[in-house]
Structures are given as structure tokens and as C-alpha cells.
């Protein structure tokens, strides 16, 4: 199983969260230089800005040098964002269940490229936006008939059956990430999205 460290970005500086704060903690390109030495391969990239404010951080993600395997989440709301990350040297585009506008928008991602990832964001139940539906079944079956191959289960919050979840997503490239147990039996998952926060306190 792999572990994948997640930095939050805004303003072009890698930042964590206190008290409801931004607090700039380093700069993201040294910051990943320093764990690919420790052996993580892939890097996590949460766009504050895009996600927020639907301004995909465009000067952070063409720095960011080719030595990196970067999956980027800019809060994209339809196939236009998706496309210009990808463009910008993004490797995995991750489309998210709480910002994409609707299903339809995922299918047309994936039809530009197979460099995708879904993040089925949870809080209490699935977050809903436009026409995706609400339930693991019902948003599975057309994700997978489309090709997609990755799947981020994150949880923004609420209990989560995680035996469930990996029993509904076990035809894809499972990736758990958000508000994780201590301890947890992840067989038949790909693997988890660590915060930086946790990785440098480790």
C-alpha cells in the first residue's frame, strides 16, 4: 500500500490550518523535494484558491518541476479546469464529488484523458453537487462503465462503514484519504492520502 502526502496550497505557499487560519508553513517544490528523499513517489496537491475561489493556482502548478508525480484537486467544476491543469503538467486531474458541476462533466474528463482520479467527498453522506447522485452504488456503476480508474474516497467528516466503502469501490484504484481511523485494516486499497501535517509530526 502506498502513502501519498497531500500539501494545501494558497498563494503559491504550502499551509495548514489553525484555527480557521492559513498558515503559510514552506514552500510546496522544496517541501516534496524533501519527502521524495524520504521515498514518496506521488505528491497530493489541494488548490486553496481553486477550490474556494475557482482560481486554479496556475503559476504554482507550471513550476512545479517534471521530477514530480503531482494529482492536483483545484476544486474543478467542469471539463475546461480539468483540461487545463493536465495541460499545465498536472499528471492526475482529481475531480471532486462537492465541486464538479455534474456527472456529465466527468464523463467528458474522462474522455479527454485517462489521466483522472474521482474524489468522492463525504460529509455525512455524499456531497451532492448538480446531477451526482448520493449513494455509493448509483455514482460506482457509471464511473466505471466510463473507464474511470481511480477513485479518492475522502472524508470530510461523519461516520464511515470503511469496509463498506472499499467493498463498493474494490473495481477501482482505491485511495482513502480526509479523517482516517488510528488504526485500520486497508487490504483491497491502493492506498492513502496523507496531510503533511501528520507526515512531519511522524
Given at each position: 500500500?502506498?502513502k501519498?502526502?497531500?500539501?494545501?496550497?494558497?498563494?503559491?505557499?504550502?499551509?495548514?490550518?489553525?484555527?480557521?487560519d492559513?498558515?503559510?508553513?514552506?514552500?510546496?517544490?522544496?517541501?516534496?523535494?524533501?519527502?521524495?528523499?524520504?521515498?514518496?513517489?506521488?505528491?497530493?496537491?489541494?488548490?486553496?484558491?481553486?477550490?474556494?475561489?475557482?482560481?486554479?493556482?496556475?503559476?504554482?502548478?507550471?513550476?512545479?518541476?517534471?521530477?514530480?508525480?503531482?494529482?492536483?484537486?483545484?476544486?474543478?467544476?467542469?471539463?475546461?479546469?480539468?483540461?487545463?491543469?493536465?495541460?499545465?503538467?498536472?499528471?492526475?486531474a482529481?475531480?471532486?464529488?462537492?465541486?464538479?458541476?455534474?456527472?456529465?462533466?466527468?464523463?467528458?474528463?474522462?474522455?479527454?484523458?485517462?489521466?483522472?482520479?474521482?474524489?468522492?467527498?463525504?460529509?455525512?453522506?455524499?456531497?451532492?453537487?448538480?446531477?451526482?447522485?448520493?449513494?455509493?452504488?448509483?455514482?460506482?456503476?457509471p464511473?466505471?462503465?466510463?473507464?474511470?480508474?481511480r477513485?479518492?474516497?475522502?472524508?470530510?467528516?461523519?461516520?464511515?462503514?470503511?469496509?463498506?466503502?472499499?467493498?463498493?469501490?474494490?473495481?477501482?484504484?482505491?485511495w482513502?484519504?480526509?479523517?482516517?481511523?488510528e488504526?485500520?485494516e486497508?487490504?483491497?486499497?491502493?492506498?492513502?492520502?496523507?496531510?503533511?501535517s501528520?507526515?512531519?509530526?511522524?
Amino acid at each position: 500500500m502506498e502513502k501519498m502526502p497531500a500539501l494545501s496550497v494558497k498563494d503559491g505557499k504550502a499551509v495548514v490550518i489553525k484555527n480557521e487560519d492559513y498558515l503559510p508553513v514552506g514552500d510546496p517544490v522544496k517541501m516534496m523535494r524533501n519527502l521524495k528523499k524520504d521515498g514518496y513517489e506521488k505528491f497530493y496537491i489541494l488548490d486553496i484558491e481553486g477550490i474556494e475561489r475557482n482560481r486554479m493556482q496556475i503559476n504554482l502548478i507550471e513550476r512545479l518541476p517534471d521530477e514530480f508525480n503531482i494529482w492536483v484537486d483545484a476544486g474543478f467544476r467542469d471539463v475546461g479546469g480539468v483540461e487545463d491543469a493536465l495541460i499545465l503538467g498536472a499528471k492526475i486531474a482529481v475531480i471532486g464529488t462537492k465541486s464538479i458541476r455534474s456527472l456529465e462533466e466527468v464523463k467528458k474528463a474522462v474522455e479527454l484523458s485517462e489521466n483522472i482520479a474521482v474524489s468522492v467527498d463525504h460529509f455525512y453522506g455524499i456531497l451532492k453537487w448538480g446531477d451526482i447522485p448520493g449513494d455509493f452504488d448509483s455514482i460506482a456503476e457509471p464511473l466505471r462503465d466510463w473507464g474511470v480508474d481511480r477513485i479518492v474516497f475522502s472524508n470530510l467528516g461523519g461516520f464511515v462503514s470503511w469496509k463498506d466503502v472499499i467493498g463498493r469501490f474494490r473495481d477501482f484504484e482505491l485511495w482513502l484519504g480526509g479523517n482516517l481511523p488510528e488504526k485500520m485494516e486497508f487490504e483491497g486499497v491502493y492506498g492513502i492520502i496523507v496531510p503533511y501535517s501528520k507526515l512531519s509530526q511522524s
